[in-house]
Protein backbone atom coordinates (compact mmCIF):
# COMPACT_ATOMS: atom_id res chain seq x y z
CA UNK A 1 0.00 0.00 0.00
CA UNK A 2 1.40 3.41 -1.15
CA UNK A 3 1.82 5.85 1.85
CA UNK A 4 3.20 8.66 2.48
CA UNK A 5 3.58 10.67 5.91
CA UNK A 6 5.28 14.19 6.61
CA UNK A 7 6.83 14.99 9.50
CA UNK A 8 8.83 18.41 11.01
CA UNK A 9 6.04 20.91 10.70
CA UNK A 10 5.56 23.29 14.13
CA UNK A 11 5.62 26.89 15.24
CA UNK A 12 8.59 28.78 14.08
CA UNK A 13 9.58 33.25 14.50
CA UNK A 14 10.22 34.59 11.34
CA UNK A 15 13.07 34.20 9.80
CA UNK A 16 13.45 31.15 11.28
CA UNK A 17 14.18 27.56 9.91
CA UNK A 18 11.96 23.81 9.56
CA UNK A 19 12.86 20.97 7.74
CA UNK A 20 9.85 18.90 7.00
CA UNK A 21 10.27 15.23 5.59
CA UNK A 22 8.67 13.00 3.69
CA UNK A 23 8.51 9.17 4.61
CA UNK A 24 7.43 6.93 1.84
CA UNK A 25 6.32 3.00 1.92
CA UNK A 26 4.94 0.91 -0.17
CA UNK A 27 7.09 1.68 -2.90
CA UNK A 28 10.56 2.54 -3.61
CA UNK A 29 10.98 6.80 -3.41
CA UNK A 30 13.27 7.50 -5.59
CA UNK A 31 11.49 6.07 -9.13
CA UNK A 32 9.61 8.89 -8.42
CA UNK A 33 8.74 12.29 -8.51
CA UNK A 34 8.33 13.74 -5.23
CA UNK A 35 6.30 17.48 -4.45
CA UNK A 36 5.94 19.21 -1.86
CA UNK A 37 2.36 21.71 -2.07
CA UNK A 38 0.70 23.61 1.15
CA UNK A 39 -2.42 25.54 1.79
CA UNK A 40 -3.02 28.23 3.97
CA UNK A 41 -6.58 29.06 5.16
CA UNK A 42 -9.52 30.53 2.40
CA UNK A 43 -6.16 30.04 0.19
CA UNK A 44 -5.95 27.02 -2.57
CA UNK A 45 -3.77 24.83 -2.68
CA UNK A 46 -0.25 25.92 -4.54
CA UNK A 47 3.07 24.05 -5.43
CA UNK A 48 6.03 24.43 -3.30
CA UNK A 49 8.72 22.24 -4.87
CA UNK A 50 9.47 19.35 -6.43
CA UNK A 51 12.31 17.32 -7.59
CA UNK A 52 12.14 14.57 -10.31
CA UNK A 53 13.38 11.31 -10.40
CA UNK A 54 14.82 11.05 -14.57
CA UNK A 55 17.73 13.76 -13.79
CA UNK A 56 17.20 14.79 -10.41
CA UNK A 57 15.51 18.20 -11.35
CA UNK A 58 14.22 20.46 -9.21
CA UNK A 59 11.68 23.11 -9.16
CA UNK A 60 10.66 25.82 -6.89
CA UNK A 61 7.47 28.17 -6.84
CA UNK A 62 9.09 31.84 -6.99
CA UNK A 63 7.71 32.44 -3.75
CA UNK A 64 10.42 30.33 -2.02
CA UNK A 65 13.26 30.33 -4.47
CA UNK A 66 16.27 30.91 -2.42
CA UNK A 67 15.06 30.14 1.03
CA UNK A 68 13.77 26.55 0.36
CA UNK A 69 15.56 23.38 -0.97
CA UNK A 70 14.11 19.91 -1.96
CA UNK A 71 16.46 16.90 -1.51
CA UNK A 72 16.34 13.12 -1.11
CA UNK A 73 17.98 10.53 1.19
CA UNK A 74 17.41 7.26 -1.01
CA UNK A 75 18.73 5.01 1.92
CA UNK A 76 16.10 6.56 4.04
CA UNK A 77 13.35 6.41 1.38
CA UNK A 78 12.36 10.10 2.19
CA UNK A 79 12.75 13.11 0.77
CA UNK A 80 13.47 16.46 2.90
CA UNK A 81 12.44 20.37 2.42
CA UNK A 82 14.65 22.81 4.25
CA UNK A 83 12.72 25.47 4.57
CA UNK A 84 14.87 28.68 5.45
CA UNK A 85 14.24 32.50 6.28
CA UNK A 86 10.82 31.85 7.10
CA UNK A 87 8.11 34.43 6.58
CA UNK A 88 4.35 34.60 8.35
CA UNK A 89 3.02 33.85 4.43
CA UNK A 90 4.66 30.73 4.85
CA UNK A 91 2.29 29.79 7.36
CA UNK A 92 0.23 26.69 6.00
CA UNK A 93 -0.76 23.01 5.74
CA UNK A 94 2.36 21.13 4.05
CA UNK A 95 1.89 17.86 1.93
CA UNK A 96 4.07 15.58 0.10
CA UNK A 97 2.84 14.15 -3.15
CA UNK A 98 4.11 11.68 -5.56
CA UNK A 99 3.00 11.29 -9.28
CA UNK A 100 3.88 7.72 -9.73
CA UNK A 101 5.65 8.54 -12.45
CA UNK A 102 9.46 10.14 -12.97
CA UNK A 103 8.61 13.34 -13.81
CA UNK A 104 7.07 16.43 -12.01
CA UNK A 105 4.65 17.47 -14.59
CA UNK A 106 1.78 14.53 -14.37
CA UNK A 107 -1.34 14.35 -11.83
CA UNK A 108 -0.43 13.86 -8.52
CA UNK A 109 -2.05 10.71 -7.36
CA UNK A 110 -0.84 9.63 -3.90
CA UNK A 111 -0.74 11.90 -1.14
CA UNK A 112 0.25 12.66 2.75
CA UNK A 113 -2.06 13.74 5.43
CA UNK A 114 0.02 17.26 5.90
CA UNK A 115 1.94 18.61 8.83
CA UNK A 116 1.43 22.20 10.31
CA UNK A 117 3.75 25.28 9.52
CA UNK A 118 3.15 28.36 11.45
CA UNK A 119 5.38 31.24 11.05
CA UNK A 120 4.73 33.54 13.73
CA UNK A 121 6.07 36.15 16.64
Known amino acids: QVQLVESGGGLVQPGGSLRLSCAAS????????IGWFRQAPGKEREGVSC????????YYADSVKGRFTISRDNAKNTVTLQMNSLKPEDTAVYYC??????????????WGQGTQVTVSS
Open 97 to 110: ATPMESSCSYEYRY
Open 51 to 58: ISSSDGST
Open 26 to 33: GFTLDYYA
